[in-house]
């Protein structure tokens, strides 16, 4: 629970899924900007799916922040977005089942996801995907640098 003085650091943070075929080779990338610094993540798995490499971007963002802070997060994935901040909460109040009583997919990810958004303050920001934001093209170019050469 946050306290009510505590200042919390103010994180940018962009991230981004890539996919070379779906599923295919994919990789994730993550640029976070705070206090005048910059740090850029990234990483990727040989065979997996854009949405896995979207939601791998967020938790490994978030996993490197080694206390609480305020998070402006800014993704292009609606899957991520709105899982987060829609499904997620009929999921668990289904047992981790969606509303047709099926098991979520990817639902280790959202376990990991729900966790490490637990750490933190979030404001959530959809950007458009490939049209010119910086932050998310910096995202994209790191995400397809950790995706795995065949």
Request: hydrophobic share 35%; proline share 3%.
């Amino acid at each position: 629970m946050r306290v009510a003085d505590e200042t919390l650091t103010k994180v940018d943070m962009w991230t981004d899924g890539a996919c070379k075929g779906n599923p295919g080779p994919g990789g994730w990338g993550v640029l976070m900007k705070a206090s005048g610094r910059e740090k850029e993540l990234f990483g990727g798995e040989k065979v997996t799916t854009n949405n896995r490499m979207e939601l791998m971007a967020v938790i490994e963002g978030l996993k490197t922040l080694n206390r609480r802070c305020d998070v402006t997060l800014h993704v292009d994935s609606q899957y991520v977005k709105n899982g987060a901040q829609s499904w997620m909460k009929g999921w668990k109040r289904n047992g981790w089942k969606t509303s047709n009583k099926q098991p979520v997919k990817n639902v280790e990810l959202w376990k990991a996801l729900d966790e490490q958004l637990g750490r933190h303050d979030i404001t959530w920001v959809w950007v458009k995907g490939h049209a010119g934001d910086p932050g998310n093209e910096k995202a994209d170019e790191l995400a397809n640098r950790g995706t795995p050469k065949a």
